[in-house]
């Protein structure tokens, strides 16, 4: 499979694109607003065409699909124009600015016949698949489930930074709180109710930082906590009648590292390690082999509304201080 990629953005320079050229998929051509700076990742990453717009990318008749990082609020725009020249599309996560715009994304994609997936990277690692297992055939009855991503934005010139821009559908819980909202729900399945607390420790117009609860039928609660303004934190944790499970630097896994996974069951304790494995040559290899297959990819549509629902319901419970059924 061809991929051309829309903008020059970090994700796709650092991890995206080294981890295409990792599988037995290509990436033909990028693109940015700047054809030099196109020119210049070209160059730098091996790859053989560089255009000077997005346009121009998606005009080229032999490409099979699109990687799509623009900012969050360009996501949905830019994924419906790929969609109109055939391409199907691998699109940063959150895959739109809301739920509604989300779904107006899969239906647009599924009228043209080409296949869609947002890019949880972390959901084809196999600790995540393992950690999933765990929780649903060796563990008892889940209580409670806890998410926890979080980074410092402090380094020259963040004032500018993209995911601090409301009109592009910036901020800590769309950026990195999309993590932990994913990981929760696919522990405790779809939430009731939600409550949010966030602060704009920026005065940016966005959330720098966002703690909600989520809420289940019995009394099963997840938490999710995201933001801009402390120190690195990957991490979620399940607690069941039986025992628990926990993990950490858990979404963002480097592919040198052998990460680890704890579980207690009964009393008994037991860590798991994993082999290094590039997780994004992981998404890659499972997005090409649902388009070849024409099968739903395994962040497929209802895995992705569910999210947005959930964002949604966070965010305007944060702005409003009351408790919100989703």
């Not at 769309?174 to 949010?196: H, I, N, Q, T, W």
């Not at 494995?277 to 990819?297: H, I, K, M, N, S």
Request: hydrophobic share 40%; with cysteine; glycine share 8%.
């Amino acid at each position: 499979m061809d991929f051309g990629v829309l903008s020059t953005a970090d994700i796709g320079t650092e991890d995206v694109i080294p981890g295409i050229q990792k599988s037995d998929h290509r990436v033909a051509a990028i693109a940015s607003r700047d054809e030099e700076r196109a020119r210049d990742a070209a160059d730098a990453l091996g790859i053989e065409r560089a255009y000077g717009s997005y346009e121009a990318l998606l005009a080229a008749d032999d490409l099979d699909a699109v990687y799509n990082p623009l900012p969050n609020g360009l996501h949905a725009e830019w994924t419906k124009k790929a969609a109109d020249h055939d391409l199907h599309v691998l699109c940063e996560k959150p895959l739109a600015a809301d739920a509604t715009e989300a779904a107006e994304v899969f239906d647009h994609c599924e009228a043209a016949g080409v296949t869609l997936m947002e890019a949880f990277m972390y959901r084809f690692h196999p600790r995540t698949r393992r950690a999933r297992e765990i929780v649903e055939t060796e563990l008892g009855e889940v209580r409670s489930a806890t998410a926890s991503f979080t980074f410092n934005m402090r380094w020259p010139g963040h004032e500018d930074d993209i995911r601090l821009d409301p009109d592009l559908a910036g901020g800590s819980l769309m950026d990195v709180g999309c993590y932990a909202v994913s990981a929760v729900r696919g522990f405790l399945g779809e939430p009731e109710r939600a409550y949010a607390h966030a602060a704009d420790t920026r005065d940016s117009g966005v959330d720098t930082q966002l703690s909600g609860i989520l809420e289940y039928g019995d009394g099963v609660t997840g938490r999710v906590h995201c933001g801009f303004d402390t120190e690195s934190v990957q991490h979620y944790r399940v607690e069941t009648v039986d025992g628990w499970l926990e993990a950490s630097d858990t979404f963002d896994v480097s592919p040198e590292t052998e990460p680890t996974l704890t579980y207690a069951v009964d009393g008994r304790e037991v860590t798991e390690t994993f082999d290094a494995v590039d997780q994004y040559t992981l998404e890659v290899e499972g997005f090409a082999e649902a388009v070849e297959r024409d099968e739903a990819p395994l962040v497929d549509r209802a895995e992705t509304l569910g999210s947005m629902r959930t964002i949604d319901t966070l965010a305007e419970s944060a702005a409003c201080g009351e408790r919100m059924s989703i």
